[in-house]
């Protein structure tokens, strides 16, 4: 009888140990399988905030492009165009004064009164030729 009952024990032993290795088993398995749907949703939500962000820097772009087009099919607006062009023709020459070895120099001394004369002439032979007059097309 003695021997019965510690068999029955060592079997009961044996099932309980089984079982709690099976029960720590399924909570790490439970643990990863919440740990990786998490990350896929960070990386999801992630994803549609970069989206959105992108859509809205493109909508922005879209309605500036409009706009400057409106205010360019004037005469004021084609006069600001060819200004902010020859201002960026200045600061273009002189980043590249800045950052190059070499320098680019027009057939006049490389002064300050020569590169504002040779982007008012830019602008003064632009508007003689009506390239951006929306009237003369």
Same mark, same amino acid.
């Given at each position: 009888?003695?021997?019965?009952?510690?068999? $029955? =024990?060592?079997? @009961?032993?044996? *099932?309980?140990?089984?079982?709690?290795?099976?029960?720590?088993?399924?909570?790490?398995? +439970?643990?990863?399988? /919440?740990?990786?749907?998490?990350? $896929?949703?960070?990386?999801? @939500?992630?994803? *549609?905030?970069?989206?959105?962000? %992108?859509? @809205? !820097?493109?909508?922005?772009?879209?309605?500036? %492009?409009? &706009? %400057?087009?409106?205010?360019?099919?004037?005469?004021?607006?084609?006069?600001?165009?060819? /200004?902010? @062009?020859?201002?960026?023709? %200045?600061?273009?020459? +002189?980043?590249?004064?800045?950052?190059? &070895?070499?320098? /680019?120099?027009?057939?006049?001394?490389?002064?300050?009164?020569? #590169? #504002?004369? *040779?982007?008012?002439?830019? !602008?003064? =032979?632009?508007?003689?030729?009506?390239?951006?007059?929306?009237?003369?097309?």
């Amino acid at each position: 009888m003695k021997a019965e009952r510690d068999k $029955r =024990a060592t079997v @009961l032993d044996s *099932e309980g140990e089984r079982q709690a290795a099976i029960n720590v088993a399924e909570g790490e398995k +439970q643990a990863k399988v /919440l740990s990786a749907e998490g990350d $896929r949703a960070q990386q999801i @939500l992630t994803a *549609e905030g970069e989206a959105q962000a %992108i859509e @809205l !820097v493109a909508t922005a772009k879209a309605m500036a %492009i409009r &706009t %400057i087009g409106e205010s360019a099919a004037t005469g004021p607006g084609q006069k600001a165009v060819q /200004l902010d @062009l020859a201002t960026q023709a %200045i600061m273009a020459k +002189q980043n590249i004064a800045k950052e190059s &070895t070499v320098v /680019l120099m027009g057939d006049k001394a490389s002064d300050a009164g020569s #590169v #504002v004369a *040779e982007a008012v002439a830019v !602008v003064t =032979a632009m508007n003689k030729s009506g390239a951006f007059n929306p009237d003369s097309a």
